[in-house]
């Protein structure tokens, strides 16, 4: 089968680190992306590994290892407004995505 | 640059009907896919068109449809419609089908009853 884990939940602080990690098992992989989703509003795109490494984006960083099968989305100096749901997703074959079941993370003051 | 836009915003349908939900694509956006999300799940990738074909599709029975037109505008279609079809469907569209980056519209909340 094919499957993307996450956990479900984390909690942080304001201006902490936070790491969510996923894993995934598919039948092919072009690269791993990763998604913020707020309550009631449309998935938004932060960012695309396609090769091993790290990539950052501003306060966002995402590493890919596909010899692991692993990824993370990095979010430094944690906002109040960083409060949603982060989503890995894979392109997992010819035109398909493949999206993780979504990390809640909820930033305390 | 306008974004994705979805209509109608909520839909409440009865059991074995059927219902149309319309996307608008990125200005400059050759590729449509849309998605099943179910509370508290991530997107589940119903298919994609590019430049008017089919050229993905998710593990949905063939009751779920779709068109694109010549503005790269879509449809999704689904006939019969059951309780479990309940959920907030998402369209995004993207520069190129091989491009990463999905652009997403607000979707369209769904409830059968």
């Known amino acids: 089968g094919q499957s993307l884990e996450q956990p479900s939940e984390v909690t942080a602080v304001e201006g902490a680190i936070v790491q969510i990690n996923c894993t995934y098992q598919t039948s092919g992989f072009y690269g791993l992306s990763w998604y913020q989703q707020h309550d009631g509003g449309a998935p938004t795109f932060l960012s695309y590994?396609?090769?091993?490494g790290l990539e950052e984006t501003g306060r966002f960083s995402s590493f890919l290892s596909r010899s692991d099968s692993y990824g993370y989305l990095l979010l430094q100096e944690l906002q109040m407004k960083d409060s949603a749901s982060y989503f890995c997703?894979?392109?997992?074959?010819?035109?398909?995505?493949?999206f993780g079941t979504g990390t809640r993370l909820k930033v305390l003051a | 640059e306008t974004g994705v836009t979805q209509s109608p915003t909520h839909l409440i349908k009865t059991r074995g009907q059927q219902v149309t939900l319309r996307c608008s694509s990125q200005s400059g956006h050759n590729t449509v896919s849309w998605y099943q999300q179910a509370l508290g799940q991530g997107p589940q990738f119903i298919f994609q068109y590019y430049r008017e074909e089919e050229n993905g599709r998710g593990n949905f029975p063939p009751r779920f449809s779709g068109l694109q037109f010549p503005n790269y505008s879509s449809e999704l279609n689904v006939n019969a419609l059951e309780l479990d079809d309940s959920a907030l469907y998402l369209c995004?569209?993207?520069?190129?089908?091989?491009?990463?980056?999905?652009?997403f519209g607000s979707g369209t909340q769904l409830s059968v009853l």
């Open positions: 995004a569209s993207s520069f190129d089908r091989t491009n990463e980056k999905l652009f």
């Open positions: 997703a894979v392109k997992g074959g010819t035109y398909k995505y493949i």
């Open positions: 590994n396609g090769l091993d």
